[in-house]
């Protein structure tokens, strides 16, 4: 028998073992790992602490670079501007990059490049963030720049002329955009009156009346120390970032928290809506259907996320996905979500299809929202979803800095301190009944708002037996 021969005989039985192993199969079928359970950081590294004026102090010590990041974020954000005067909070966040204590604009753009540093100054609906992030060495001159931009932005006529002109040169440029278009009017429909009803940056009228007055009235009215929440991460010690911060924000002033701002209306919309808006140069229409959604510290926010993930928000393989593009061939892709604000936001679902294919990609939005209320997620699809959410939870911890900004969005919403910790946990206890429950509660197809950007001759047609139709321009 040849050497060969009797080198199969003895490793046959081993390699038809290694084909039936796991290990062999392609790493797309194998089963997930489990995930764990436990502290989001490691013991010790995260350090908690509030300064005499109410300055919320949180640091998060992780020596593996010489890199650091610092930042300011207030609890107060857009959602509190009145309506003639929307975008105003984008407009003061860009205005504070323009210039802070003794540097005019280019100044302070020439400090931080010289450092190799950043700056950003960010607005939401919800929080204003002042940030800075550079190398540990440098961390005197970033506390510094950062005092300055927090404390004594300059808010110059000029630069704040030039920043409403880009403002309003933006809005125009977004005109263009369908899905801008389709998003802008679902907001209007579902938020009548309410400053959710308009473009976050505002529109060309509001946006008109900003001026460095008003930014720095805005800016003195939400930036306020028993307001705020200074945080750092990376190579930095906890105690000697709290003396820097007692000496740079210790004397800071507090004052009287402005509201939140009004309550939505609930429900919105109270009954079908139809809106075609008129784009005739379109061959292929954009689509929304939407109501009102939950806000970011409801409840059930975990179990509406998951019955979210089956019906649109995990992709190629969400139940939306498999009717209206693999089955149906209508579109490229489709999506549902919740946008989680202090105050209830929407819920929508979105698309795009050849404008002769509206009527019918509706109709199995439609459908499938009425299953998604009927027919819950079953056990495969419930653990292909938890299994999503816990793996893109670890994917989005995976810098100091990405731990430090979710730990501070806890902090802004007045979530339990240790709500990052458990949520592997919460997501694993949450049923198939759970999520049955979220779907009947929270999704509403036979009242939902239906937004369609293209041309109105030929869409009104489609959609008149779904209710009035009103058509808008863009």
């Known amino acids: 028998m040849s050497a060969a021969r009797r080198a199969l005989l003895v490793l046959g039985p081993c390699l038809a073992l290694a084909c039936a ?51 300011v974020t207030f609890r107060r954000g857009e959602a509190i501007v009145e309506l003639a005067k929307a975008g105003l909070a984008p407009f003061t966040a860009e205005l504070m990059k323009r210039g802070a204590g003794s540097r ?14 950043s700056l950003s100054v960010a607005a939401g609906w919800d929080s204003m963030s002042v940030g800075v992030a550079g190398l540990s060495r440098d961390l005197d001159r970033l506390l510094e720049i950062l005092a300055d931009v927090v404390l004594r932005p300059r808010f110059e006529r000029a630069e704040a002329r030039k920043a409403r002109g880009e403002q309003l040169a933006l809005l125009e440029k977004q005109k263009d955009d369908p899905g801008t278009l389709v998003r802008w009017q679902v907001a209007r429909v579902l938020y009548p009156e309410h400053r959710y009803g308009l473009p976050f940056e505002g529109t060309p009228a509001s946006v008109a009346r900003l001026d460095a007055r008003a930014a720095r009235a805005f800016q003195r009215r939400v930036m306020l120390p028993n307001d705020a929440i200074l945080f750092a991460s990376g190579d930095v010690s906890a105690a000697d970032l709290l003396e820097r911060a007692g000496r740079l924000f210790g004397a800071w002033k507090p004052a009287n928290v402005p509201e939140v701002g009004p309550t939505v209306p609930d429900p919105t919309p109270p009954g079908r809506r139809v809106v075609v808006v008129d784009r005739p140069d379109l061959v292929q229409a954009h689509i929304t259907l939407a109501h ?44 549902s979500g919740f946008a989680l604000r202090r105050q209830p936001g929407p819920f929508a679902v979105g698309t795009f299809t050849r404008v002769s294919e509206v009527r019918r990609v509706v109709d199995l939005l439609l459908g499938e929202l009425e299953r998604a209320r009927e027919v819950p997620p079953d056990a495969a699809e419930l653990r292909d979803a938890q299994t999503l959410a816990t793996g893109r939870f670890a994917l989005g911890l995976e810098t100091p800095d990405a731990v430090i900004a979710s730990l501070v969005d806890l902090d802004v919403y007045g979530l339990p301190e240790d709500a990052l910790d458990t949520y592997r946990r919460r997501v694993r206890a949450t049923t198939t009944a759970d999520t049955e429950r979220a779907a009947r509660r929270l999704l509403h197809p036979q009242r939902a708002a239906i937004v369609v950007v293209g041309p109105a001759e030929q869409l009104t047609p489609q959609l008149e037996d779904l209710g009035a139709v009103s058509v808008e321009q863009p």
């Open 21 to 71: 192993a796991p290990w062999s199969r392609p790493i797309w079928e194998r089963p997930p790992p489990p995930s764990r359970d436990g502290p989001v950081v490691q013991p010790g590294s995260l350090h908690r602490t509030d300064l005499d004026n109410g300055l919320r102090v949180l640091v998060l010590e992780d020596r593996r670079l010489p890199r650091v990041s610092v930042g």
């Open 104 to 117: 005019d604009a280019l100044a302070l753009a020439r400090a931080v490049d010289e450092i190799g540093a």
């Open 292 to 335: 009102e959604g939950i806000s970011r510290t409801d409840p059930e926010r975990i179990a509406a996320a998951l019955m979210n993930s089956v019906l649109g928000g995990s992709g190629f393989s969400s139940r939306l996905m498999a009717r209206v593009r693999a089955d149906a061939g209508l579109t490229y892709g489709v999506w």
